[in-house]
């Protein structure tokens, strides 16, 4: 009975997707069709709180501290469907481990899986990542915390044993990022943690000199921790070794190949100062290229992705700054140049100004081949009255000790650049971006802080998860047509074997009609958020790509023809025959 | 008969230190043809130090300034100028401007504390000494202030004063500069009757003025993109006053 009915909603709901699809044929867009926001049929309930200090900063520090709303991706249990799993902040707030029905719904199983439990007095979960540190095949958890990070193993039956103390990454670090790829190619991925406060014990300081010493190049936050994989379940800690030594105010970390020899490379956005460009040099260690690749900055970086969104073959990165009436910051767009230098082409494509800017993410949401891009944004949505005019109060005082926190002025209730529209740019041919948010419902005004793309139905649409302070989640299903009436896609799920299991930066080179396109796997960029490993790419009105060219971190090449389009592929490394992946929504 | 001949003396000595000051200034003006920045901007420094109140010799000083990208440097001379010469209003505006030039090769939070030490030495040139220059100065330099600092009707009080004192006057060709920033600041304040009309009385003495034209002839978005983009705070404002004494 219950297949019955499920069979007649599926009608309907076909029929009307087979009149979305006539319409789309037609030249007639389905206005208001675009998305769907399903976040409480999909049973993402658990809205996100701040953390509450309570030490003698607290009244302070409760303006600066609104984060920690994280959303990451990753298909944990291995049945074909994306899971999620989302953070909270407060004292007693639960972490979320949101399991893929495979019916666009989740069920939260945090507290059977032994993953609940991220935050306490001396401890706020800031964001989380997915990777496979052991190379099992199964993917393991990292909880990035302010206080001690927490590492979860995957125990493949569903549930997860915390092994942080004997993995070697325990330490206090207020730390608020990471990503995971094998910079070194040993098989294995490499950890990234990027600190915001340096570590002192926020929760408890000793000291009131623990905030920012200067608003545009401030030296005394957290910087960026390289933790190698022993490949034994051990890390260890060799940012200096690495050439990687900061102490900004990191909020965020993005790897990718910027001049396609095979290496991935590190950009690290910071608050209150430059952020930091590291090309690998191929040898286990990384070269400080800031300056003659992006030139020296004194912006807020809040967010790092990398994707090509031009199609030259060349990965570009965008990173979110704050642009607001008061500070005219502006993103930066970096056109990757292919020499190791990279043009800031913001203006220029309209991708410029976001507000207070956090995560922004690359996907194709309408299948089109053109890397578009979300942003989200928004600091403290509080009372009318603004915060503005304290803050630049305290700037402007005379010799002010910055890094003094009893010299910020409290927010109270007062609002920092909140309710700011969210924004989603429609790439028009990797010349200029068109913001379709409103078309499409995408531009709410909660303060948004990550951003989850995934096909959570495996139907080659890529939806959106939206993690929000102090708020509740969104789940954006995407509803435009695609598929048999076109546009098609094909998504790839890369499984490593010399390289590591998960294939993160792994790249792809898909030749369709004559055009190449570059997609790649990331580990978990982005601010607060961790996207999809799999790959995806729209390719339009065309039903076959000619010629797929993975290069895989260990140096293998593998070229597959004529693959056949509205289908996911399972590609492990050194096979030559591609699966189909055989996961289907049930709705 | 000792006090002429120590009037005399003075009167010698005076003239004696202008003819130091110009020949300085001659000087600087050769050098910064030649790209020799080093050597132009100590024969302005010498220049100004003997004829601290020289509009022309600050203003140009200040532009060699820019093309060399010394602001600090000019920032310390201004301080001790101003120091030295307490009395000397056009060395307070030049030392405002000298923080309004470093505001384009400077983050966004060091930007506001430029503008708002700008503002003080604007205040104290017009303290010493009231004119058009300081009024319309400062008036401007309100309006590049987001809303939320509640600074535009001081822009407003500013400019107004500016307009009242260039009627009084004979048409200058920098007049046509406070009709495009009073009727900014009218429009900033929501009031954009005011501001069309401020901009069309404008366009009716000056009728070539390409920035009133723009102004009039854009609405709504464009028109707000349009003075944004004058107001930003990131791209370099033309502070060369050479007009004020080109124009006498």
């Known amino acids: ?587 | 008969m000792r006090k002429p001949i120590l009037f005399a003396a003075l009167l010698l000595a005076l003239s004696s230190a202008r003819a130091d000051s110009a020949a300085s200034h001659e000087n600087a003006l050769k050098a910064l043809a030649a790209k020799d920045y080093t050597t132009a901007l100590s024969e302005f420094e010498t220049a100004l130090a003997s004829d601290p109140d020289n509009i022309e010799y600050g203003s140009e000083y200040r532009q060699a300034v820019i093309q060399a990208t010394a602001y600090d440097r000019c920032i310390k001379f201004f301080e001790k100028l101003v120091a030295d010469n307490p009395k000397s209003s056009n060395a307070e505006l030049n030392f405002g401007f000298a923080y309004v030039d470093k505001i384009p090769a400077s983050g966004t939070i060091t930007q506001v504390i430029l503008a708002n030490t700008a503002l003080t030495h604007f205040s104290k040139a017009i303290e010493l000494k009231p004119s058009w220059i300081g009024y319309y100065t400062r008036g401007n330099s309100y309006l590049f202030w987001p809303k939320i600092f509640g600074r535009t009707p001081l822009g407003v009080a500013d400019l107004e004063q500016a307009m009242k004192l260039q009627k009084q006057d004979n048409k200058k060709i920098y007049h046509v500069r406070a009709y495009v920033s009073l009727g900014d600041a009218y429009w900033k304040l929501d009031d954009l009757s005011r501001a069309r009309e401020t901009w069309t009385e404008g366009l009716a003495l000056f009728p070539d003025n390409p920035q009133l034209k723009n102004r009039l002839s854009k609405e709504g978005d464009d028109l707000k993109n349009y003075i944004e983009d004058a107001l930003d705070p990131n791209k370099r404002v033309d502070t060369n006053l050479r007009e004020i004494w080109t124009d006498k």
């Open chain 1, 1 to 587: 009975m219950k297949d019955a009915r499920h069979g007649i909603v599926r009608s309907i709901l076909l029929s009307s997707l087979l009149v979305t699809g006539a319409f789309a044929s037609a030249g007639i867009e389905p206005i208001g069709r675009g998305f769907e926001d399903l976040t409480l049929k999909a049973g993402l309930i658990h809205k996100h709180s701040n953390r509450v200090f309570k030490n003698p900063y607290a009244h302070i520090m409760a303006g600066y501290t609104a984060l920690g709303a994280a959303v990451a991706v990753g298909d944990y249990n291995r049945d074909g469907f994306e899971d999620l799993f989302m953070t909270d902040s407060k004292e007693d707030g639960r972490n979320h481990l949101y399991r893929n029905n495979g019916d666009l719904t989740f069920t939260d199983v945090a507290v059977e899986a032994g993953v609940a439990i991220g935050n306490d007095a001396q401890d706020a979960s800031a964001d989380a990542l997915w990777f496979d540190y052991n190379n099992d095949g199964w993917l393991d958890l990292l909880v990035v915390r302010f206080g001690h990070n927490q590492l979860f193993k995957n125990l493949c039956n569903g549930k997860f044993a915390d092994v942080t103390k004997e993995s070697g990454i325990d330490r206090y670090m207020n730390a608020i990022t990471a990503v995971a790829f094998d910079y070194d190619h040993d098989g294995y991925v490499d950890l990234f943690v990027g600190s915001y406060f340096q570590p002192i014990n926020i929760f408890n300081p000793d000291t009131p000199r623990f905030f920012p010493e200067s608003f545009e190049t401030a030296n005394n936050g957290g910087g960026v921790i390289v933790f190698h994989n022993n490949r034994d379940g051990s890390f260890t800690d060799v940012s200096e070794k690495v050439g990687i030594k900061l102490s900004g105010w990191t909020l965020d970390l993005g790897h990718g190949d910027a001049n396609n020899d095979g290496w991935d490379d590190l950009y690290v956005a910071c608050d209150f100062g430059t952020d930091h460009f590291f090309m690998n040099n191929c040898d286990g260690t990384f070269k400080d290229i800031t300056s003659s690749a992006i030139g020296l900055d004194s912006k807020k970086g809040m967010n790092v992705d990398w994707g090509d969104y031009d199609n030259d073959g060349l990965l570009d990165i965008y990173v979110t700054n704050i642009t607001d009436d008061y500070m005219r910051e502006g993103n930066f767009l970096w056109h990757n140049n292919g020499n190791m230098t990279f043009s800031d082409v913001a203006r220029e494509t309209g991708t410029y100004s976001t507000g207070w800017g956090w995560a922004a993410k690359f996907l194709d949401y309408d299948n089109d081949g053109w890397l578009d891009l979300y942003v989200v944004n928004g600091w403290v949505s509080g009372s009318d009255e603004s915060y503005v005019p304290d803050i630049f109060a305290m700037v402007t005082r005379p010799n002010v000790d910055f890094a003094d926190a009893r010299n910020w002025p409290p927010m109270g209730n007062k609002s920092l650049s909140g309710y700011e529209k969210k924004r989603l740019f429609h790439n028009e041919r990797g010349q200029i971006f068109k913001d379709e948010a409103p078309r499409y419902g995408l531009d709410s005004v909660r303060d948004g802080r990550g951003i989850g793309v995934a096909d959570f139905d495996n139907d080659g649409r890529e939806d959106l998860v939206v993690s929000n302070a102090n708020s509740a989640p969104f789940f954006y299903h995407n509803l435009l047509p695609a598929g048999p009436d076109g546009p098609h896609w094909v998504e790839l799920v890369l499984e490593g074997t010399r390289s590591n299991r998960f294939g993160v930066g792994a790249q792809v080179r898909f030749t369709v009609a004559g055009k190449t396109y570059l997609r790649f796997v990331n580990g978990g960029n982005g601010f607060a958020s961790q996207s999809s490993t799999r790959i995806h790419l729209g390719i339009a009105d065309r039903k076959v790509v000619e010629r797929t060219e993975i290069r895989w971190p260990s140096g293998a090449t593998q070229v597959f023809e004529n693959l056949g389009a509205d289908r996911i592929y399972k590609i492990v490394e050194g096979n030559p025959k591609p699966a189909h992946f055989s996961a289907k929504a049930t709705k």
